[in-house]
């Protein structure tokens, strides 16, 4: 790239708004916050700072070379405008003249780490969509009178990013997917109102909330079930590659969630079909406990998970669905599956398993 680029940005002028997404990824042991333009990952720091070489600004915002994605959510408001204009300069010169700046690397050349490395928190809706609740057996969910399930998951050890390795558990036999929809936080948010919700939202990516279900419920004991042991093993928490800013997403209501496990489709449902919405999910969530810049709220699965492969029960019969798994019955995860988490506009997350 050269400085006549310069007048290539100009023309974009910044009226329309440019599609782009961020990632933290590694490249040859470095860590990277990168944001995705036109096919390349553009390592933010030196692109910015390049950027502004080109065009001649003079500011008083240094971009570092060191930046992780919580520095980037702490200051989430005064990221999006420059995200914006160096999407419009970049959309405009890269590829243009042959040349690669140092800066810019492929997607396939890359390895994604978890977008956020490593948020505070990682809240988890339990059996928050209508068809999931039915094919499990569970209680019909009623809405009036009562409130979202969360439940925690671990950070560092917990969450691995695209292209990693579901790591099976010698505590378990019985290992199952979850495709869902995660929402990244942008804004501390505190008892906020289900009609702000979403300005809390920094944007959204692609979970997979991996469970061990013989490990779920365990029977005369103090506590009938046991939300660590079945979700809480490491690796359990697939999530990217890409985090997916909020405006890009126009109704998270709207959105078709499809797993596939080793090239056969699982999983094909849609976030209409949650109990809770993503707003009330936020509203719920910020009523108990702070959220910060960079907390992952996972908004639950819906049908097509392994465990109820082959049974059709009615409400209230999952008792049933464990028969039947322990029969043998299911399709659960196996070391040399590949599963594929695609979630509509906002991407496809992919892991094998070992």
Not at 54 to 67: E, P, Q, S, T
Not at 182 to 205: D, F, H, K, S
Not at 273 to 301: F, K, Y
Request: aromatic share 12%.
């Amino acid at each position: 790239m050269n400085r006549s680029s310069q007048s290539v940005s100009q023309k974009q002028g910044m009226t329309v708004q440019h599609d782009y997404r961020l990632a933290t990824f590694s490249y040859r042991g470095h860590e990277y916050v990168g944001i995705q333009i036109a096919g390349w990952l553009i390592d933010l720091g030196p692109g910015y700072e390049y950027y502004k070489e080109m065009i001649g600004r003079h500011d008083f915002f240094k971009a570092k070379n060191n930046y992780v994605m919580l520095d980037v959510l702490e200051e989430w408001d005064l990221f999006l405008g420059v995200f914006e204009e160096m999407t419009a300069f970049y959309q405009g010169v890269l590829d243009k003249d042959g040349s690669r700046p140092s800066f810019a690397y492929r997607p396939g050349e890359v390895k994604f780490l978890p977008p956020v490395v490593y948020p505070n928190k990682v809240l988890n809706a339990g059996s928050n969509f209508y068809d999931h609740a039915l094919e499990m057996g569970a209680a019909r969910p009623v809405k009036e009178g009562h409130e979202p399930y969360f439940f925690y998951k671990g950070s560092r050890h917990t969450l691995i990013g695209h292209g990693d390795k579901i790591r099976l558990t010698p505590r378990s036999n019985y290992t199952d997917w979850e495709a869902e929809l995660a929402v990244i936080i942008g804004r501390y948010a505190r008892n906020v109102p289900v009609e702000r919700a979403l300005e809390y939202v920094a944007g959204y990516t692609c979970y997979n909330d991996i469970s061990a279900r013989d490990r779920m419920i365990r029977k005369d004991e103090t506590f009938d079930y046991d939300w660590f042991a079945n979700k809480g093993n490491d690796t359990f928490a697939p999530i990217g590659p890409y985090l997916v800013p909020r405006q890009f997403i126009k109704d998270p209501q709207n959105l078709s969630i499809r797993c596939y496990v080793s090239g056969e489709l699982m999983q094909d449902t849609h976030t209409n079909q949650m109990v809770w919405s993503v707003a009330e999910l936020i509203a719920t969530a910020s009523s108990v406990t702070t959220l910060s810049p960079g907390d992952v709220i996972a908004t639950g699965t819906g049908a097509g998970v392994g465990m109820a492969k082959g049974i059709k029960v009615n409400h209230g019969e999952i008792g049933k669905v464990f028969v039947h798994m322990y029969a043998g019955k299911s399709r659960l995860l196996r070391p040399g599956d590949i599963v594929k988490v695609e979630i509509e506009g906002v991407g496809s997350l992919e892991n094998g398993v070992e």
